[in-house]
């Protein structure tokens, strides 16, 4: 199994371009999610997903649109870059994060370093 | 509201020492904690994950314990070695989200 992967690795965008953060998993988990990670602020909800065609916003949601066509793939899309998105962006995903059951094991991507100029 | 804190924030011991690094939470009710390792530049790697129900999980030279009552989990590392340097995570589910501490940097010198 690859795991989780992300691309790219590095991105810079100029203010009010957009962009797709890529995410895909090969461990057909339900559970998928985006965080950034910043100095000072630590790790950060953006967008979370429970399933095809399921997803919520997590604490951080303005400025990213996401959406859950396959279970395998989450992309994340900056809809006009700023630069408060210069941060570093986390996929991760798990299986069984359903209603009443524990949660398991989060299972994270790499990582892209997003700088905004 | 669920706040989860680590101390300390840096931590550097010469190798081979043994070392507990520290993970607090203000609400008990957790379905479980997870440990996680960051190398620099890198992602979150999963070391540990500790249901509500256990008192510890072990991993190699890891060991974290859960204390729920008192809000607290520890991770124990055995015979420290310069390739465990990095930052530690830990990690509770809260809300539909993991609420992460602010890590520690561990450095282990030769």
């Known amino acids: 199994n690859a795991g989780v992967t992300q691309t790219p690795k590095f991105q810079v965008l100029k203010t009010g371009q957009s962009m797709t953060l890529q995410c895909a998993q090969d461990?057909?988990?339900?559970?998928m999610s985006w965080y950034r990670q910043d100095p000072g602020m630590g790790l950060r909800l953006i967008h979370y997903?429970?399933?095809?065609?399921?997803?919520d916003q997590g604490e951080v949601p303005n400025g990213y649109n996401v959406s859950r066509s396959t279970t395998e793939d989450f992309p994340l899309r900056l809809l006009s870059a700023a630069p408060s998105q210069t941060s570093v962006y986390f996929c991760?995903?798990?299986?069984?994060?359903?209603?009443?059951?524990?949660?398991?094991?989060?299972?994270f991507g790499p990582g892209t370093r997003l700088t905004v100029l | 509201k669920q706040e989860v804190t680590q101390i300390p924030a840096a931590l550097s011991v010469p190798e081979g020492e043994n070392l507990v690094l520290n993970c607090s939470f203000t609400?008990?009710?957790?379905?479980?904690l997870q440990w996680f390792r960051q190398d620099p530049g890198k992602g979150l790697t999963s070391l540990l994950l500790?249901?509500?129900?256990?008192r510890e999980q072990t991993s190699g030279r890891l060991n974290a314990s859960l204390d729920k009552s008192s809000g607290r989990s520890t991770l124990y590392i055995a015979a420290s070695q310069p390739g465990d340097s990095a930052t530690y995570l830990c990690a509770v589910p809260w809300g539909g989200k993991l609420i992460f501490g602010q890590g520690t940097e561990l450095s282990v010198k030769p």
């Open positions: 991760a995903s798990s299986y069984d994060r359903g209603g009443g059951s524990s949660y398991n094991e989060q299972f």
């Open positions: 500790i249901q509500s129900s256990q």
């Open positions: 997903s429970v399933g095809a065609g399921i997803t």
């Open positions: 609400d008990s009710a957790i379905y479980n």
């Open positions: 461990m057909n988990h339900e559970y």
